[in-house]
């Protein structure tokens, strides 16, 4: 079992950065099969996948929000870390963290895996 908690921000200024942290708990093998994940879900949208992290550091960051994406472990304190540069209102959402297998990633629902039960993030302009 793998436990994760999103912990940040419930509003954030236009232009500012977000930053949210995934602490995680339980089972946190360092297999490099796992994508260590963000996704968020705007109001009324599908799920967006915005990036990952593996245990040796390697990340992916999906091409649309690249340029503003930096996503890191802390390995100590057992959590990662998704930084969101210079955002908007268009990037109010539901954020959340996952651990999902690396076939899964950028296609599982919220059954695959496991997921933190999502934090609301409000931009105000």
């Known amino acids: 079992q793998v436990q994760l908690r999103e912990s940040g921000p419930a509003l954030v200024e236009s232009s500012q950065t977000l930053s949210l942290t995934c602490i995680v708990s339980?089972?946190?093998?360092?297999?490099?099969?796992?994508?260590w994940s963000w996704i968020r879900q705007p109001p009324g949208k599908g799920l967006e996948w915005i990036g990952y992290?593996?245990?040796?550091?390697?990340?992916y960051y999906t091409p649309s929000l690249s340029s503003r994406t930096s996503i890191s472990w802390d390995t100590p304190e057992r959590q990662f870390t998704l930084r969101l540069r210079s955002v908007t209102p268009e990037d109010t959402a539901v954020y959340y963290c996952?651990?999902?297998?690396?076939?899964?990633?950028?296609?599982?629902?919220?059954?695959?895996?496991?997921w933190g039960q999502g934090t609301q993030v409000t931009v105000s302009s």
């Open positions: 996952a651990r999902v297998a690396a076939d899964q990633y950028g296609v599982a629902s919220r059954r695959d895996g496991y």
């Open positions: 339980g089972d946190t093998t360092s297999d490099s099969y796992w994508r």
């Open positions: 992290i593996i245990y040796s550091g390697h990340t």
